[in-house]
């Protein structure tokens, strides 16, 4: 079974600047998708960047990035020019690359405040 | 933008009652998902559905808990008989193919008293 485990319940930043979100996951598996998912306090799910395990190259999305590192079985995401829209909670998930199910196993989250 | 709708957007029921939460999954998307959040807390994968068929449920997923696709359009989630315990937020999530991105509805909110 995979394990996604977020160790930072909390964090704040200032507007304009730079955060780290950190995420470590646990598996036996060589194919799988890692994601960074936000929810506001709407409780919606958005999908803000997605890496496939099997690319070395590190995923960016506009302000998001993540440093993917695969044999430290980590996948942290930064947010720079950190905007107050950001604020929400992050959820890390993991999901398999094969077979039917391929459903999403997601860590506690990270709540993210960002102050002016 | 295509998009995933759920209904009703907040259901409040007595424990022991039967519940149906309702999706419209993207017309496109093959494989549909349940999954909850207790408040303050993580969402938990329930079910996958594929093929007309569950393809996985987690522990969670007990004999009270039921799904099915009944016009090839809505996906529903059926709770035969809420406890307290089943208050959450609900979310469907679908997608077109493995590793893809899931999109997500906006959720329901069960509140069982």
């Known amino acids: 079974a995979q394990t996604v485990t977020q160790s930072q319940p909390e964090m704040s930043v200032q507007e304009a600047e730079t955060v780290t979100l950190s995420c470590t996951y646990d598996?036996?598996?060589?194919?799988?998708?890692l994601f960074w998912y936000k929810q506001p306090p709407s409780r919606q799910m958005i999908l803000v960047i997605r890496?496939?395990?099997?690319?070395?190259q590190n995923a960016t999305e506009n302000r998001f990035s993540v440093n993917f590192q695969k044999a430290a079985k980590s996948f942290s995401l930064k947010i720079s020019d950190s905007q107050l829209g950001d604020t929400a909670m992050y959820f890390c998930?993991?999901?398999?690359?094969?077979?039917?199910?391929?459903?999403?196993?997601f860590g506690t989250g990270t709540r993210l405040q960002v102050t002016l | 933008e295509p998009e995933v709708t759920q209904t009703p957007s907040h259901q409040v029921t007595q424990m022991g009652q039967e519940v149906i939460l309702r999706c419209v999954p993207i017309?496109?998307?093959?494989?549909f998902y349940w999954y909850r959040q207790i408040l303050g807390q993580k969402v938990e994968f329930l079910v996958s559905?594929?093929?007309?068929?569950?393809?996985?449920k987690s522990e969670i997923f007990d004999d009270q808990f039921s799904v099915e696709r009944p016009d090839g359009s809505n996906f529903t989630l059926k709770i035969r008989s809420t406890k307290l315990e089943d208050s959450a937020m609900y979310f469907c999530?679908?997608?077109?193919?493995?590793?893809?991105?899931?999109?997500f509805g906006p959720g329901t909110r069960l509140t069982v008293l």
């Open positions: 998930a993991f999901g398999l690359g094969t077979g039917t199910a391929s459903k999403l196993t």
């Open positions: 999530a679908t997608l077109t193919g493995v590793g893809n991105e899931q999109f």
């Open positions: 890496q496939e395990a099997y690319k070395q």
């Open positions: 559905f594929y093929n007309n068929e569950i393809s996985e």
């Open positions: 598996t036996s598996e060589n194919n799988y998708y």
């Open positions: 017309s496109n998307h093959l494989y």
